[in-house]
């Protein structure tokens, strides 16, 4: 009769085992999610976009700036995470026949400005240095949270900058200059210093791809509008304004990027045949050798749009409403304000709608002196009619 007993409590401790491995096993597999979702080191996104010309000649690179700044913001990256350098103030150039606007489109339907436009450092303040200081974080202890690029090793950056440019070098308001070798030195204490996960760089410059040849740094894209020797050429001449809107390829970029939402699947290898040479006139050009990635499976939300954080919980959430959460929430909402308005910048014309429009029928309006000149017709006539003896009846 001892022998049962004997073999019980071995039966027992196994279960007991079996039941502990299961529940290890268990958790196991969800730290094993939680490591996998780290460990691609992509927890949140920035973007520095730069305009590096003055003067109203060069109204389409700042549209330019303003086109992807619009795009990054639609596609889900706030403005605290965006450093926006504009080198000169077009919506508020005197010569803007349409103030507080900017346009990137023929027949003025597609506004870049906005409403709610947050520009980082503006007119003078955007220089070589300054931009040198955003990107390795060596700026005044004074400088605003706003003017900083606070990103570190889990951060994808989305570097974009247009303007003047030619070999090996990207004019800053024709009085100073950044060469590829600065650029990439700058990018190497970066990546020393942990500012960045993986970094897409873009430049819309003639002689473009001069500018990426001297990175050295890990995990850098780099795409660029033109070869070495060529010109990077304007595009959407505007007669109303005056002058070329935007640039052929991040008009075509733009494009692009107005297909994609924040759950697209699209990858950067797309992003690469946007602008053949067919339509850019120039060669664009791209480097992948420092990524690690291939860039098939790298998508377009990595760099243009935000992540979403991911908690990973075993505890189960009830999703029915709480009557009495209910009720105290809604005698709150009533004491609340009423909500204003939702700004209208994401709620324009998709830009393939815009392209292939019919041209805007302008209002008339008579020319200046029209008026005027119309009251002294009349008198002419009466004088010559009736002569002055008869203004006595009429005064």
Request: with cysteine; aromatic share 12%.
């Amino acid at each position: 009769m001892a022998s049962p007993c004997f073999f019980t409590l071995p039966v027992a401790v196994l279960a007991t085992l079996a039941f502990l491995s299961l529940g290890s096993s268990a958790a196991s597999h969800i730290e094993d999610q939680a490591e996998q979702f780290f460990r691609s080191g992509h927890t949140n996104n920035w973007a520095v976009l730069v305009c590096t010309s003055r003067f109203w000649f060069n109204y389409r690179h700042v549209a330019n700036t303003l086109s992807v700044y619009r795009s990054v913001k639609r596609l889900g990256i706030p403005d605290s995470h965006i450093v926006l350098m504009l080198a000169d103030d077009m919506a508020c150039n005197a010569r803007n026949p349409k103030p507080a606007t900017v346009f990137s489109h023929k027949n003025m339907e597609l506004n870049v400005y906005g409403d709610d436009v947050e520009v980082d450092y503006r007119s003078y303040e955007v220089t070589v240095e300054n931009f040198l200081r955003v990107l390795t974080g060596r700026v005044p202890p004074s400088t605003p949270r706003s003017k900083r690029l606070l990103s570190d090793d889990r951060s994808n950056i989305l570097i974009y900058m247009t303007g003047h440019g030619g070999n090996g070098f990207l004019k800053f308001q024709d009085s100073e200059e950044i060469t590829n070798i600065e650029l990439a030195d700058a990018f190497e204490q970066m990546w020393q210093k942990r500012r960045y996960n993986e970094l897409l760089f873009i430049i819309d410059t003639c002689q473009g791809a001069s500018m990426y040849e001297r990175f050295y740094s890990p995990n850098i894209m780099a795409l660029a509008s033109s070869q070495v020797g060529e010109d990077s050429l304007s595009h959407q001449p505007d007669p109303a304004i005056g002058v070329h809107l935007m640039d052929r390829y991040t008009f075509y970029v733009l494009e692009f990027l107005e297909e994609i939402n924040p759950a697209s699947q699209t990858n950067m290898n797309d992003l690469f045949q946007v602008c053949p040479k067919s339509l850019c006139v120039s060669t664009p050009g791209h480097r992948t050798d420092l990524f690690q990635r291939d860039p098939k499976k790298v998508l377009i939300t990595d760099f243009f749009g935000s992540v979403r954080k991911v908690e990973i919980t075993t505890e189960t959430i009830s999703l029915q409403w709480d009557s009495q959460v209910v009720d105290s929430s809604s005698a709150e909402d009533g004491m609340a304000e009423e909500p204003t308005e939702p700004l209208k910048f994401a709620e324009q014309l998709p830009v393939a709608q815009i392209i292939h429009q019919k041209p805007k029928l302008k209002d008339w309006h008579p020319p200046g002196g029209f008026i005027l000149g119309l009251w002294a017709l009349i008198i002419m006539v009466f004088f010559k009619t009736y002569g002055i003896k008869h203004m006595k009846f009429i005064f």
